[in-house]
């Protein structure tokens, strides 16, 4: 069993990662008078009973969302809710969050506006759930004009992640997953990207003490940085490198074409191409981010995007200060910065 603490101002708690943990789920999700699994069609098919078996004896409600960003919306948090009310559901009741990033981030911020707030926990089920969007605390839905427009800093009660789950997952979601995982080993730490560019296979074929190696690592990496700032006011911008162009190329592309670590997998591409022409970073340096990349099979031509839509693009972030673009940019091996740039001084 791999745990990684996680220790925030006003909370604190466990992410547990093991293969099979959903056969022994009771044994780390506390108590409480009802319980509402919230899960997507997906993953009730293939998960939804094991965690159903786990939780024998207690009041148990659920609701299904379609799969797919296009579900987290306000409209379907207001049904979630509706049906919590209707089923009784107190502040002594926990969600249980069953899927990828769309079900965290709606369960999560149902159980943040529930009664002002109940206990949630996390069941990852995809790579970039489990080690991206399930740690840190944000929670949210879409709305017309923007992506995560609306949410909160929402922590759950516990991370529970169970390698097991990830040999269901599409080839495409597996991808994604890496998108995250190799942005860790650029912005914080040299040797765990050697590590993932030296096991690239055996973490492809899922190999168990690998995945939870580098699942651990990444939580415990995220863990750090949020709990020097929680709120995104600093550091935690870091966990934005890639994601500057990575997001306007989702957005440019109605979030149809690319997963999100695809898009952020190229971001990061030309992010690692910006601080080279900048000379932030080193020829070989720069050869390296590109060769991982590259062995992930994802296609860097964006050609056919002009600069200007996605620079267009990336105007409407919130991260932006003065009309200023945010990129985090490699700097040295495991280290990045943030850098405001005006729209003439963006090229890649
Ligand atoms: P992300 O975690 O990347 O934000 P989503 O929550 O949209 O993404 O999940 C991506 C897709 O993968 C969805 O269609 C979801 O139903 C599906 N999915 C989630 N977990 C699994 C799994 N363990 N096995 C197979 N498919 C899964
Ligand atoms: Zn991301």
């Known amino acids: 069993m791999e745990k990684v603490f996680i220790d925030l101002d006003k909370k604190s708690y466990f992410i547990h ?31 939804g009973e094991k965690v159903l078996g786990g939780l024998k ?23 979630i809710l509706n049906r919590m009310i209707e089923k009784g559901l107190t502040r002594k009741s926990k969600i249980i969050a069953l899927g990828g990033g769309v079900v965290g981030d709606i369960a999560g911020f149902c159980a943040s506006i529930y009664m002002r707030g109940i206990s949630f926990i996390q069941i990852p089920t995809t790579l970039l759930a489990q ?12 709305m017309i004009l923007g992506k995560n427009m609306v949410g909160s ?19 495409k979601e597996l991808i994604s997953g890496m998108g995250e995982i190799v942005k860790y080993g650029v912005i914080w730490d040299y040797d765990f990207l050697n590590l993932i560019e030296e096991n690239l296979e055996n973490i492809l074929n899922l190999e ?51 997963t999100h670590g695809e898009a952020v997998l190229i971001g990061m591409y030309y992010e690692a191409l910006m601080a080279k022409g900048y000379g932030y970073i080193e020829d070989e340096y720069f050869k390296e981010i590109e060769n991982i990349i590259k062995s992930l099979g994802v296609s860097l031509d964006i050609e056919e995007f002009s600069n200007d839509s996605l620079i267009e ?18 700097k040295k091996k495991g280290v990045v910065k943030e850098v405001l740039l005006n729209r003439g001084e963006i090229l890649w």
Request: glycine share 6%; proline share 3%.
């Open 17 to 47: 990662i093991e293969k099979s943990i959903l056969n022994s789920i009771s044994d780390y999700i506390g108590n409480a008078d009802k319980w509402m699994i919230i899960t997507d069609k997906n993953v009730d098919c293939l998960y």
């Open 57 to 79: 004896g207690k009041e148990i409600h659920k609701f299904i969302i379609e799969p797919g960003e296009r579900s987290k919306t306000f409209s379907t948090v207001e049904k």
């Open 131 to 142: 080690v991206d969007s399930s740690v840190g605390g944000k929670t949210g839905v879409n």
């Open 153 to 171: 800093f929402y922590q759950p009660e516990a991370v529970i992640i169970d390698t097991d789950t990830l040999n269901t997952l599409p080839k």
């Open 208 to 258: 168990e003490v690998i995945m939870k190696k580098i699942i651990k690592k990444c939580c415990e990496i995220k863990a750090e940085v949020v709990s020097k700032d929680e709120r995104e006011l600093g550091i935690r911008k870091i966990l934005n490198f890639g994601h500057t162009i990575g997001h306007a190329l989702e957005s440019t592309t109605a979030y149809k074409r690319y």
């Open 313 to 330: 693009s990336m105007m409407k972030d919130k991260k932006n200060k003065d009309g200023k673009i945010s990129f985090i940019l490699p």
